[in-house]
T-cell receptor
Framework: KQEVTQIPAALSVPEGENLVLNCSFTDSAIYNLQWFRQDPGKGLTSLLL?????REQTSGRLNASLDKSSGRSTLYIAASQPGDSATYLCAVMSGANNLFFGTGTRLTVIP | EADIYQTPRYLVIGTGKKITLECSQTMGHDKMYWYQQDPGMELHLIHYSYGVNSTEKGDLSSESTVSRIRTEHFPLTLESARPSHTSQYLCASSEFGAQETQYFGPGTRLLVL
């Protein structure tokens, strides 16, 4: 069964810093990997989707990379802002087209 | 912004009651999903549907049931709620395909006393 791990569980950074969130998964037979953002009391917002054949995706200040063979992905956030504060979830799609989620990294950007 | 809605947003109910959590989407998506998320834990898929009259169980066993009579509607029902059902329930939908982004609703926080 696919297992997804995210490190660190929580992270606090001052505004303006660049940061990296890490995600690892146990089964490299994936269709894609997605990064989501979850705000308290709200649902999930998709940030980036990387297909299994791709190495990275970029959207604004966000860059996600995928190394499928090693079972790793990173989410890079440039020039962090207080509005980036949220929980970031990594999810891989494998098996019967199901998403397997990590427990998330809770990010706090301090003004 | 995705058009997927869940009601109620919060529900506090006594043990033994029957409850239905509603989920609707206006995007015409064929695939819909229900996830369960306990505080501080990862989301687990409990049900999904490929389209009308299709329902499948996810990787996490659940006592809940679902139905898909209309494309836009995917309700989840608990016949007799128990405290162990206390959790957050998130609904999602996607276009039909192996690699489509899932769009999530705001979730329903359920507390069973």
């Amino acid at each position: 069964k696919q297992e997804v791990t995210q490190i660190p569980a929580a992270l606090s950074v001052p505004e303006g810093e660049n940061l990296v969130l890490n995600c690892s998964f146990t089964d490299s037979a994936i269709y894609n990997l997605q990064w989501f953002r979850q705000d308290p009391g709200k649902g999930l917002t998709s940030l980036l989707l990387i297909q299994s054949s791709q190495r990275e995706q970029t959207s604004g200040r966000l860059n996600a990379s995928l190394d499928k063979s090693s079972g790793r992905s990173t989410l890079y956030i440039a020039a962090s802002q207080p509005g980036d504060s949220a929980t970031y979830l990594c999810a891989v799609m494998s098996g019967a087209n199901n998403l397997f989620f990590g427990t998330g990294t809770r990010l706090t950007v301090i003004p | 912004e995705a058009d997927i809605y869940q009601t109620p947003r919060y529900l506090v109910i006594g043990t033994g009651k029957k409850i239905t959590l509603e989920c609707s989407q206006t995007m015409g998506h064929d695939k819909m999903y229900w996830y369960q998320q306990d505080p501080g834990m990862e989301l687990h898929l409990i049900h999904y549907s490929y389209g009308v009259n299709s329902t499948e169980k996810g990787d996490l066993s659940s006592e809940s049931t679902v139905s898909r009579i209309r494309t836009e509607h995917f309700p989840l029902t608990l016949e007799s709620a128990r405290p162990s059902h206390t959790s957050q329930y998130l609904c999602a939908s996607s276009e039909f395909g192996a690699q489509e982004t899932q769009y999530f609703g705001p979730g329903t926080r359920l507390l069973v006393l």
